[in-house]
């Protein structure tokens, strides 16, 4: 069965067709597997911590569609594309719970609450988070909360920004002549506490791919770090804003030049940054995963 086209129609038809093929996830039913262990605390109240993927709408597993369909509130953050929440029915509750960029949101322990108080009530809860809930999302204090309550979950994957981003550029992460491993790291860098052992990264940069999560705001202080623990300049490095969406835009370079990049300057995020000798490796795509259509010669050249 093809997909790509179905999920351009209407939400209910697209499920229709799914079931037609008889995808097990459409055809015995998502939440309705948990049931059984109901108890007089919270009925029916479960939760699905679910992985919206990096932002092309087609990129969202069949299960967690059939979770979204099932669901009567879904808590999702600012990562998660406008493309992915239109597969959202029109009846189910949806609460935005995200922040961005040190703007106000609501905290952690607050969504934690909120994950739970809406199970208790006996609601099948979805907690939408972009990306994939394994990679830097905090999934595990809220999942200790629920499991801390009783309450049901588990956990459908997405598809993390690197995965995506590598795809959608022809940027692979890996290489048998210069990348045998891939390092995620978190880039939220607030205090020198929080940053990582720059030594230890840098050990293995020659054959490992370094991609920084959440690290747009501290692309200069990233390339610095990596000079500074001994990393040449010239060392290849790209970023990769809004990945897998049709604003996506990539930009490389060395360490010493990319944070003065003027298209870089109006990256606006989500940004991943890669570091890595597979930047010099780089092939280009050259049809558009969302739209399939051919790029142009300028769009390649990105």
């Known amino acids: ?100 960029c040190g703007k106000h949101s609501m905290p952690q322990a607050s969504i934690c609450d909120l994950v739970v108080e809406q199970a208790l009530m006996g609601k099948k809860v979805v907690r939408l988070k972009g990306g994939d809930p394994a990679i830097f999302a905090r999934t595990l204090e809220e999942t200790q909360l629920i499991a801390q309550h009783n309450i049901p979950f588990c956990i459908i994957p997405g598809i993390t920004a690197a995965s995506g981003a590598s795809a959608y550029t022809g940027l692979t992460l890996t290489h048998r002549e210069c990348a045998q491993s891939v390092r995620y790291v978190t880039a939220s860098l607030k205090t020198l506490e929080d940053e990582p052992n720059w030594q230890q990264i840098v050990n293995n940069c020659e054959t490992e791919t370094l991609v920084f999560y959440m690290g747009l705001s501290k692309l200069s202080l990233i390339a610095e770090r990596l000079m500074e623990a001994g990393v040449s300049a010239d060392f290849p490095i790209a970023v990769i804003d809004k990945a897998c969406s049709i604003e996506q835009q990539m930009v490389t370079g060395n360490l010493e030049n990319i944070a003065a990049n003027e298209q870089v300057k109006t990256f606006t995020g989500p940004a991943i940054i890669v570091v890595g000798r597979v930047i010099d490796h780089h092939q280009a795509i050259s049809i558009n995963p969302i739209t399939m259509q051919p790029l142009t010669a300028s769009a390649i050249a990105l």
Do not use: Y
């Open 1 to 100: 069965m093809m997909l790509h086209n179905s999920i351009k129609l209407p939400f209910q038809a697209f499920v229709d067709k799914c079931k037609q093929a008889k995808f097990p996830a459409f055809t015995h039913g998502l939440f309705s597997s948990l049931n059984d262990t109901d108890t007089k605390n919270h009925k029916n109240g479960q939760v699905i911590i679910l992985g919206a993927g990096p932002g092309d709408a087609e990129l969202m597993t069949i299960k967690g569609l059939k979770a979204l369909q099932n669901a009567d509130v879904v808590l999702f953050d600012w990562l998660v594309s406008s493309e992915v929440l239109a597969l959202i029915p029109p009846q189910v509750e949806k609460m935005f719970v995200g922040k961005r």
